[in-house]
């Protein structure tokens, strides 16, 4: 495995870890956190979710991409290295619509 994919790797797991966080933290709010924890959590929950989200969309994320692309094109095609850097390319080509879409969304009473 190349550098290149090595980095992937970590850096998909961190986004992974930091977005499993948001989905405990989340858990907790809702069924033992007291309800005088509520500010104290929307900042956790916003600092963990912006966390991921500049991981996302990070400059190192896309020059790893591209990086990869090569790489991508000589490996067999069900490998894990293949796959990761491929579904990767896609979700990152593809937020600036989704995100568009869901702030959209989340504006429309």
């Known amino acids: 495995?190349?550098?290149?994919?090595?980095?992937?790797?970590v850096?998909?797991?961190?986004?992974y870890d930091l977005e499993r966080?948001?989905?405990?933290?989340?858990?907790d709010q809702e069924t033992?956190?007291?309800?005088?924890?509520?500010?104290?959590?929307?900042?956790?929950?916003?600092t963990i979710g912006r966390a991921a989200h500049e991981r996302l969309v990070s400059d190192e994320l896309g020059k790893l991409l591209e990086e990869l692309r090569g790489e991508e094109e000589s490996l067999p095609y069900e490998s894990d290295e293949a796959r990761a850097a491929s579904l990767c390319a896609i979700v990152v080509a593809r937020l600036p619509t989704l995100s568009s879409t869901?702030?959209?969304?989340?504006?429309?009473?």
């Open 21 to 27: 966080v948001g989905f405990l933290l989340a858990w």
């Open 1 to 9: 495995m190349s550098q290149a994919f090595e980095r992937l790797r």
């Open 102 to 109: 869901l702030h959209r969304e989340a504006r429309t009473p």
């Open 32 to 46: 033992t956190m007291p309800p005088d924890g509520a500010a104290t959590r929307a900042e956790q929950r916003a």
């Open 11 to 15: 850096l998909l797991g961190e986004i």
